[in-house]
């Protein structure tokens, strides 16, 4: 960071009390907040929430379904289009139904809190006193004749439901989530405690994304979705351009390289990672099944509460993968592509406003510094600095004083930030939602001083044949923006950009957009490998992360072994139950179809159970259990047949005459039958083993096995 010379700490010092000086002044003079004196009433019967604004038809379209659902649902439209309007005009609609409604808006921020509040007062005919804030230092309820309070989401879920519960109003009351997506985390969703008879969700992306709870489930299956109603209402950003929501614009997207050092730093992390993800894996089974954002999130939380051997490899993977995150964040290319976009824009059109969107607070910080030495008119903003300063930064911005303005994501979400005409994505994270988001700010219909309409364009900057590129796999950006608007460029400053063919990686269907009616057993499927991981051996079992052992396998082993050539892992779809194998074909890793399951996979509960009469019962007779909990063991015909059971540090062999008379047991069954491999030892003492599912006897034991250097 530059440091400030004595001359210029001067002039800062005096620019700083000069506007002290004006804030002072504009106090004295500031007016109250904007009211429609002409239109508001002591204590009106009718409300009125949209005055002087006329609904466009996509608005009126989307209320209808709204009410048509049961005056209950989410409304999906992009950022920018009017989800604010919507929202005013359903609860001026429902009101008039029903005379005591009170209404209460969640939103993430206190900026936005700050916004739905001036909308209120500026287009309704409510008093003053009958619209609250709660959080951001306002402490209102919905006693006292309050009708509307807009709360923050942080103090709304310690409060919302207790209040409504108290004052006995949930029978008349909305809520309204605005960015309905933040109150479907897991620390939030309290809020969605609130007593209601009415629900309005709000969101340019309601679904939640991977590494969230819920995320392969269908929007309308999970915990927000069933909480607020599923999608009653969508609008894409190519359904608002085509409709004269917003205006045209292009998405470029700049695929820039690593330089020598960089690329050999990236993979010695991705090879660490590797090996990380791999000794994740052997201690945890959680661990195994999960990947990307999902693995990620986990380890956080394993690593936040743990001090063993576990907990040090989940901390040193997420130190590493934030290593390499910062890695692509600092990537040369990216700031020499992004100086040079904007010296390009400035040159063209001197009246341009440009966005710069990162990931990163120190990563804004950076760029600022960079830009603002190139000479630029920029500012920054980000959630640490202090209110003044962002507000200043946002009031020069939209002067025109500043024609730059870098921002982390906190802009994404909860500022209105009018006429900008370019967007620079400079780094993001894997986030299809946050890339909405960016793309919704920039996209507002303004003109130039000239009177011409300016096209708005964005460009998205990813480093090549790097995690960066997988965010294309998971969204079809064709399909949401319009074909005709993305272009993809390949891109090695100081060289001009040369446009490439479509996006880096292929679009991979989610699960209900594939037609499964059309695949056999063995196809190639075309979707995105998801769902819960199980295994299967050659014993014809399936096994899950937990180790148990299903009993109804369905067949499912079998289909793995015809399709991979071996027993293995495979994964099942949460919706339709689709069974997906991984296999290892000309170099390349595929995903093949082995078919459906009937029902989902089940296994004994663990409840207690009465003893079971095994009198009678001969070796390789059905077990009727109990089968869990159980200890897992191995039988190997190695020497004549021993028993061996897994420690940390390999495996140690059972001795004694109980072991011997096991031996002897299991060997004749193998003689009679499909080999035993591993069997199980239940708390009784019975000694089983599972086949298709199935549970066999083999013995009742008269003690624990005898395992000589297993405590050494």
């Known amino acids: ?112 809190m700050n916004q739905w509040y001036e909308e209120l007062l500026s287009r309704s005919n409510l008093p003053a006193r009958w619209i609250g804030r709660l959080g ?60 209601r008879a009415y629900t309005l969700g709000l969101s340019a992306t309601p679904e939640r994304e991977s590494g969230e709870e819920g995320a392969s489930s269908a929007y309308a299956e999970t915990k927000l979705g069933r909480a607020l109603g599923g999608i009653v209402y969508e609008m894409t950003v190519a359904d608002a351009v085509r409709l004269g929501v917003l205006p045209a614009f292009r998405l470029e997207h ?33 661990a195994r099944r999960l990947e990307g954002e999902a693995l990620l999130a986990w380890c956080r939380r394993t690593a936040a509460r743990g001090h063993g051997d576990l907990a040090q490899l989940a901390q040193r993977y997420v130190a590493e993968t934030t290593g390499r995150k910062l890695l692509l964040y600092r990537a040369e290319a990216r700031r020499v592509a992004t100086v040079a976009l904007l010296r390009e824009a400035f040159a063209e059109h001197p009246d341009t406003r440009a966005i ?34 962002r507000e200043g930064s946002l009031e020069l911005f939209r002067q025109g004083v500043a024609r730059i303005v870098v921002s982390a994501r906190t802009l994404i979400e909860g500022f209105n930030v009018p006429e900008a005409d370019l967007g620079v994505i400079v780094a993001s994270s894997s986030s299809t939602r946050q890339r909405i ?51 993809y460029f390949h891109w090695d400053p100081p060289d001009q950009p040369r446009q490439v063919e479509g996006p880096p990686k292929p679009y991979v269907p989610r699960e209900g957009e594939v037609d499964v009616g059309s695949l056999r057993e063995g196809d190639l499927y075309p979707g995105r490998y998801e ?42 779809t949460p919706r339709h139950r689709l069974v997906l194998v991984l296999t290892r074909e000309a170099g390349e890793w595929r995903v093949r179809y082995a078919g459906r399951l009937e029902e989902p996979f089940r296994f004994e509960s663990g409840d207690a159970v009465e003893a079971p009469l095994i009198d009678g019962l001969k070796p390789g007779d059905p077990y009727p259990g109990p ?20 420690i940390p540090r390999g495996e140690v062999y059972a001795a004694g005459a109980q072991a011997d008379r096991l031996v002897e047991i299991l060997r004749s069954i193998t003689l009679g039958c499909a080999a035993v491999h591993r069997f199980y030892v239940n708390q009784r003492g019975h000694a089983f083993w599972r086949q298709g599912g199935a549970a066999y006897f083999i013995a009742a034991l008269d003690g624990p096995l005898e395992f000589p250097g297993a405590e050494a």
Request: charged letters at 30%.
């Open 254 to 286: 700049y695929g820039l390289p690593l330089g020598p050092d960089e690329a050999a730093r990236y993979e010695r992390l991705s090879r660490l990672l590797g090996d990380l993800r791999e000794a994740l894996a052997q201690k945890s089974r959680t």
């Open 531 to 572: 769902g819960e991981e199980y295994s299967c051996n050659t014993m014809g079992n399936v096994t899950d992360a937990d180790g148990r052992i299903a009993l109804n396998p369905q067949g499912i082993p079998e289909r793995v072994v015809r399709i991979k050539g071996a027993a293995g892992r495979f994964r099942v």
């Open 356 to 389: 710069l969107f990162h990931e990163s607070l120190e990563e804004v910080e950076r760029l600022f510094a960079a830009l603002q030495a190139e000479g630029l008119p920029v500012v920054m903003e980000h959630s640490e600095l202090p209110s003044a300063l």
């Open 1 to 112: 960071m530059p440091h400030l010379s004595p001359q210029d700490q001067l002039q800062l010092q005096q620019l700083r009390l000069l506007e002290w000086l004006g804030s002072r002044r504009a106090e004295r003079e500031a007016p109250e907040p904007v009211v429609r004196p002409d239109i508001v009433e002591e204590r009106p019967d009718r409300w009125v929430l949209t005055h002087g604004v006329e609904l466009h038809p996509w608005q009126r379209e989307a209320v209808d379904a709204w009410f048509g659902a049961g005056c209950r649902g989410t409304i999906k439209v992009v950022t920018g289009a009017g989800k604010t309007l919507v929202a005013l005009a359903i609860a001026e609609r429902l009101q008039a139904q029903d005379p005591d409604l009170r209404v209460a808006i969640v939103v993430p921020t206190i900026v936005l």
């Open 437 to 487: 988001q960016s793309i919704g700010r920039v996209l507002r219909k303004h003109r130039r001083a000239t009177g011409e309409e300016k096209l708005a364009r964005i460009c998205v900057l990813y480093v090549r044949d790097t995690v960066d590129e997988l965010i294309y796999e998971k969204e079809d950006w064709d399909r949401l923006l319009g074909v005709e608007r993305n272009v």
């Open 627 to 646: 089968l869990e909990p159980a200890e897992e063991y191995t039988f190997k015909r190695k020497r004549g047949g021993v028993i061996a059971k897994r």
């Open 136 to 195: 951001g230092g306002h402490q209102d309820d919905l006693a006292g004749g309050r009708r509307i309070l807009v709360a923050v989401l942080a103090s709304a879920q310690k409060a919302l439901p207790r209040m409504v519960k108290q004052a006995q109003l949930g029978s008349h009351l909305l809520l309204i989530a605005d960015e309905c997506h933040r109150a479907g985390a897991p620390e939030m969703s309290r809020v969605l405690e609130t007593p």
